[in-house]
């Protein structure tokens, strides 16, 4: 498709397990951004790559998340020890050199 | 760390009236963007601002990046249903760098 691509958009898991969340950002889009969005609030940052690299992982809240781009294109958030309160929407987005950033649709993590 | 303080937090308007919203920082922003998220969706952009000062528009919409570079507003003229969401501003110190959210103002139209 043309647009940011997130799986799954739905995750539910049980407190303690791990979970993987995948983008496929627009193609040719260099920079890929990681945010998360809690129920009434604006989306926050977590993570930037710049093709392969972590330019800015300022936003991760702990040593449990950590998120790859192994070829510069698809990226992996991964979340270990999961926690009720990492319940939310982790969305994605992509920029290609000359524009702003485009978001995926999310994927609603629910930690039971 | 920076804050944007967005206002007000929820609107309830008629058809085909104006609406204006607004976004404040502790400190200085070089980018502010406005987007707008429906249910289920991430957000979408709607207005890219680069300039203290600058006023642009899109359609019905108009921002204006404040000349202090803390601020920016959103106007919404003759507001109809498809309106409805919720519209967040966001500041970037860099171009290509992260972005800071507002935590929104829900629009409510009502036909």
């Known amino acids: 498709g043309a647009g940011v691509s997130q799986t799954p958009s739905n995750k539910v898991t049980e407190k303690g397990k791990y979970v993987e969340l995948r983008c496929d950002p627009i193609?040719?889009?260099?920079?890929l951004y990681w945010y998360r969005q809690s129920l009434g609030q604006g989306p926050e940052f977590l993570i930037y790559f710049q093709g392969t690299g972590a330019a800015d992982d300022s936003g991760l809240p702990n040593d449990r998340f950590f998120a790859v781009r192994p070829e510069g294109s698809v990226s992996t958030l991964k979340i270990q020890r999961t926690e009720r309160g990492d319940s939310a929407v982790y969305l994605c987005a992509s920029r290609g050199p000359n524009t702003e950033a485009f978001f995926g649709q999310g994927t609603r993590l629910t930690v039971v | 760390g920076q804050q944007l303080n967005q206002s007000p937090q929820s609107m309830f308007i008629q058809e085909g009236e104006d609406v204006s919203m607004n976004c404040t920082s502790s400190?200085?922003?070089?980018?502010w963007l406005w987007y707008k998220q429906d249910p289920g969706e991430g957000p979408v952009l709607l207005i890219a601002?680069?300039?203290?000062?600058e006023l642009t528009s899109n359609g019905r919409l108009t921002a204006q990046f404040g000349i202090t570079r803390k601020d920016s507003f959103l106007n919404i003229s003759a507001s109809i249903p498809s309106d409805v969401g919720i519209y967040f501003c966001a500041g970037q110190l860099t171009h290509a760098g992260k972005s800071t959210f507002g935590d929104g103002t829900t629009l409510t139209v009502k036909p």
């Open positions: 601002l680069y300039k203290a000062g």
């Open positions: 400190s200085i922003f070089n980018t």
């Open positions: 193609s040719g889009h260099t920079a």
